[in-house]
């Protein structure tokens, strides 16, 4: 019996030595990332809408960049609508998907739950108004104290929201009813056209895109400076090291002259 025991203690050490156990339980790597899943919320034109025509089914400012992005990856591109910003953000931290692109504001407060390239655009604030509404900002710059008695519309978890409670709820004699919560864009302009809001306070380019746009009769009642920059979202602490990539292909195409071709053909009206 002991010469057996002494006989299995060796084979098993032997075994060791030479590296047997370690090729046991060594795992195979991953297979390779076939597909780039971002996550958008349409509509936010000219930076994302949609577009049924057109197998990816959005168009827009992103999605052109998107599209160099996935081919820099050798990813296919797959766009995952979001109803809910505040999800979306949440998701994205978490590595739900592969990255988000619905014109996020870089904050302080977003740097702790994810990462962010370069910056990709800069905007400020804007208010729409209906045509027949016959408010106006003066000088067209909105102050809090103009805001005050108006019943404005923002989108859930946006800067629009930090912006109006941080400056004019303070200012509102019933902040309650003055301002109106939604979680999607529709929602906002929705309640613009219907009267149950006065103001819907959004991204200034989109504010822009809407006013131009005549079946919407809506106007850009004013702006707000507040030097907002968009940035490409990833999980936190970028697991898949995407952010270098995301970067790589911003720097080419602001090189090559495709990132200036790509705001003449999304911004026909200037930024």
């Known amino acids: 019996m002991l010469s057996v025991v002494v006989l299995v203690v060796a084979i098993v050490m032997f075994l060791g030595g030479i590296g047997v156990g370690s090729v046991f339980f060594t795992r195979a790597p991953a297979p390779p990332r076939t597909t780039l899943i971002v996550a958008v919320q349409a509509p936010f034109p000219p930076f994302m809408d949609f577009n049924t025509s057109v197998d990816i089914g959005f168009q827009g400012f992103e999605v052109d960049i998107l599209q160099r992005i996935g081919t820099e990856l050798n990813r296919t591109l797959v766009l995952r609508q979001f109803s809910s910003f505040t999800t979306l953000l949440a998701e994205t931290g978490r590595g739900a998907v592969d990255m988000a692109s619905a014109s996020i504001t870089i904050t302080a407060a977003r740097n702790d739950t994810m990462d962010f390239s370069n910056p990709y655009f800069r905007v400020d604030q804007g208010f729409l108004a209906q045509k027949s509404n016959s408010f106006a900002c003066t000088?067209?710059?909105?102050?809090?104290?103009?805001?005050?008695?108006?019943?404005?519309?923002?989108?859930?978890?946006?800067?629009?929201?930090?912006?109006?409670?941080?400056?004019?709820?303070?200012?509102?004699?019933?902040?309650?009813?003055?301002?109106?919560?939604?979680?999607?864009?529709e929602q906002l302009i929705t309640a613009l056209q219907s009267g149950s809001v006065d103001l819907v306070m959004i991204d200034s380019i989109t504010a822009k895109s809407f006013a131009n746009d005549p079946a919407n009769n809506l106007k850009l009642a004013g702006l707000v400076v507040t030097n907002e920059s968009y940035g490409f979202a990833v999980a936190n602490g970028d697991p898949q090291g995407l952010v270098s990539v995301i970067n790589r292909v911003l720097a080419k195409i602001r090189s090559d002259g495709t990132y200036q071709t790509l705001i003449t053909k999304w911004f026909p009206n200037g930024v």
């Not at 519309?153 to 930090?162: L, W």
């Not at 409670?165 to 509102?172: I, S, T």
């Open 139 to 185: 000088n067209n710059v909105c102050t809090p104290q103009q805001l005050a008695d108006k019943i404005i519309a923002v989108q859930q978890a946006t800067t629009s929201q930090d912006w109006i409670e941080a400056n004019v709820k303070p200012l509102m004699a019933n902040p309650g009813n003055q301002i109106k919560v939604f979680q999607q864009v």
